[in-house]
T-cell receptor, first 115, second 113 residues
Framework: ETGVTQSPTHLIKTRGQQVTLRCSSQ?????VSWYQQALGQGPQFIFQ???????GRGNFPPRFSGLQFPNYSSELNVNALELDDSALYLC??????FGRGETQYFGPGTRLLVL | DQQVKQNSPSLSVQEGRISILNCDYT??????FLWYKKYPAEGPTFLIS?????DKNEDGRFTVFLNKSAKHLSLHIVPSQPGDSAVYFCAALQETSGSRLTFGEGTQLTVNP
């Protein structure tokens, strides 16, 4: 059973650019969530995809968008990058679409630096 | 609006002693509480969880206690080992919001040999 993988591991962009981050879910998982972890903070929920549809969104502007593919892998796209977007972006997968405390499995994250 | 708070950024304990990590929350609608451990350059790893209808859950060296009236939970690690040194995040979820996790800021635990 493969774990959650993310690419790239590190990325440097300049303000105003666009970025795409990728995530491969753990085998058998149909739900993917994305989190942003700024330095010294806990992860903040961006959005979640369940069976290719957005299933909840946190307090992030529309320039943060996502996709989930039929194989349940996922992308996070951020347009018009701002300096404050510099953070660790974490992807988490799970096997159910809704709560009940099921475990979410996190990838190692992508470290984004916006200059 | 910080719904989950970990007020201690760091904690240092001696190997073999007890580590107690604390977490407070404000949203009484949370249904589950979880603890995650994070090593540098790795994603958070699930450690233990507790339902809001329970007051204690134990798994080996790890025990989580929930005090609903105080909106407080704690993670006890006994005995602490140097390999436990990591950042510990408290997280909560509300079933009606899907599996969205609300995290605290984290506590860096250092276990000294």
């Amino acid at each position: 059973e493969t774990g959650v993988t993310q690419s790239p591991t590190h990325l440097i962009k300049t303000r105003g650019q666009q970025v795409t981050l990728r995530c491969s879910s753990q085998s058998g998982h149909n739900t993917v969530s994305w989190y942003q972890q700024a330095l010294g903070q806990g992860p903040q929920f961006i959005f979640q995809y369940y069976r290719e549809e957005e299933n909840g969104r946190g307090n992030f502007p529309p320039r943060f968008s996502g996709l989930q593919f039929p194989n349940y892998s996922s992308e996070l796209n951020v347009n018009a990058l701002e300096l404050d977007d510099s953070a660790l972006y974490l992807c988490a997968s799970s096997s159910k679409g809704f709560g009940r405390g099921e475990t979410q499995y996190f990838g190692p994250g992508t470290r984004l630096l916006v200059l | 609006d910080q719904q989950v708070k970990q007020n201690s950024p760091s904690l240092s304990v001696q190997e073999g002693r007890i580590s107690i990590l604390n977490c407070d929350y404000t949203n009484s609608m949370f249904d589950y509480f979880l603890w995650y451990k994070k090593y540098p350059a790795e994603g958070p790893t699930f450690l233990i969880s507790i339902s809001s209808i329970k007051d204690k859950n134990e798994d080996g060296r790890f025990t989580v206690f929930l005090n609903k009236s105080a909106k407080h939970l704690s993670l006890h690690i006994v005995p602490s080992q140097p390999g436990d040194s990591a950042v510990y995040f408290c997280a909560a979820l509300q079933e009606t919001s899907g599996s969205r996790l609300t995290f605290g800021e984290g506590t860096q635990l250092t276990v000294n040999p």
